[in-house]
């Protein structure tokens, strides 16, 4: 069974930085991507970043320059993976639900309908 579990999010003033991290395990897939995306209450959930399994990675335009999404293969399993997302340079807009998913489908990095798996998610909270 796919378990996604995020940690790392929390409260910050504007301008600071938070990394967040999931923890993937039990997945069987050879060919998958991962990807953060957040959420605030009455908006539809929003893609931040995106990477593949060869390391490519998709930014949404609002986090391009200021977030880096990275992955971290376990090297004593084939499935096992740790996702991040460093967030530098943070603004009250980037206040959200921030959830990890990975995808076996087609890849459409941000689009969160291709993705199949889905952490509990980790509150940000910016402060101005």
């Known amino acids: 069974q796919v378990q996604l579990v995020e940690s790392g999010g929390g409260s910050v003033q504007a301008g600071g930085s938070l990394r967040l991290s999931c923890r993937a395990s039990?997945?069987?897939?050879?060919?998958?991507?991962m990807g953060w995306f957040r959420q605030v209450p009455g908006k539809e959930r929003e893609g931040v970043a995106a990477?593949?399994?060869?390391?490519?990675?998709?930014?949404?335009?609002?986090v391009k320059g200021r977030f880096t999404i990275s992955k971290d293969n376990d090297k004593t399993s084939l499935y096992l993976t740790s996702l991040y997302l460093q967030m530098n340079s943070l603004k009250p807009e980037d206040t959200a639900m921030y959830y990890c998913?990975?995808?076996?489908?087609?890849?459409?990095?941000?689009?969160?309908?291709?993705?199949?798996?889905w952490g509990q998610g980790t509150q940000v909270t910016v402060s101005s």
């Open positions: 998913a990975l995808s076996y489908s087609r890849w459409v990095p941000l689009d969160h309908r291709q993705y199949n798996r």
């Open positions: 039990g997945y069987t897939y050879s060919s998958y991507f």
């Open positions: 990477i593949d399994s060869d390391g490519s990675t998709s930014y949404a335009d609002s």
